[in-house]
């Protein structure tokens, strides 16, 4: 019972979905196609793909934030799929319409049925981006850190949700209750591919800090992209898509893109 209440407690601080399902034509991004990526535990999750402007153009995995789903992200994926890339907008259970509780363990469950998805759709892992988004880059990490991708990009990076949490509120209990909580620190050094790490230097809900740290712990080859006026909703406004894309551009293995 405790720990049902505590598991309770912990998605009610983490996860703030709209269940909602989001229609491309709605949200800008009518041409998109609508998929299913299947967990390991059963669920068919939503989808969206954009494909590649070629074969060889890199294909990107989009594991969004721990709000809204992904109707709120179309504009990005209009912009990333305006470079050339395949973009695989992937939501997570109990987001968006589908079925199942977010929890990490879940959460993690999806990443990897993206992943499958990108796989069976044609990228190969030294064409695979994989782009995390606040809480989202905490999967991305491990993802990395667990297959093989040609590029990790990171927007506004935490070390692990208990620093989160004790930054916002350091005498009140969250950071005991999310101790050990989507723990990226400790899987950062095991990624091999060329990371960028972007971060806003006026987040007030990751603190640029947390960022930093995890560009340092970075050991393959690794960029810090500041956008100085920047906060956490606003980068993609303040240019780290094109950040981003000019780093793959320069550390994407060397072949026709």
């Not at 793909?49 to 990005?76: K, S, V, W």
């Not at 009140?172 to 990624?191: E, F, M």
Request: proline share 8%; with cysteine.
């Amino acid at each position: 019972m405790v720990t049902r209440v505590l598991e309770a407690l912990r998605r009610r601080l983490v996860y703030v979905p709209d269940t909602r399902r989001p229609d491309p034509a709605a949200c800008g991004v009518p041409g998109v196609a609508i998929g299913a990526a299947t967990t390991a535990d059963g669920l068919a999750l939503l989808t969206w793909y954009a494909p590649p402007a070629t074969p060889d153009a890199p294909q990107l995995l989009y594991l969004h934030g721990n709000g809204g789903h992904i109707g709120y992200r179309a504009g990005r994926m209009r912009r990333m799929a305006a470079l050339g890339w395949g973009v695989l907008l992937l939501e997570y259970r109990g987001y968006g319409g589908n079925p199942g509780i977010p929890s990490e363990a879940g959460l993690w469950l999806d990443t990897q049925a993206g992943l499958d998805v990108i796989r069976r759709i044609g990228a190969s892992p030294d064409r695979t981006l994989v782009w995390g988004e606040s809480l989202g880059t905490g999967l991305a990490v491990r993802l990395a850190a667990e297959f093989p991708v040609a590029v990790l990009l990171l927007e506004s990076p935490y070390t692990n949700l208990s620093d989160v949490a004790r930054w916002h509120a350091p005498l009140l209990p969250g950071g005991a209750l999310l101790r050990g909580a989507y723990d990226a620190a400790s899987r950062i050094a095991l990624v091999r591919c060329p990371t960028l790490v972007m971060i806003g230097e006026r987040d007030r809900v990751i603190p640029p800090a947390l960022g930093r740290a995890m560009h340092d712990a970075v050991t393959a080859p690794k960029e810090l992209w500041i956008a100085p006026h920047a906060g956490h909703n606003d980068l993609a406004e303040a240019g780290a898509i094109e950040a981003a894309a000019d780093f793959v551009r320069r550390h994407l293995p060397q072949r026709a893109q």
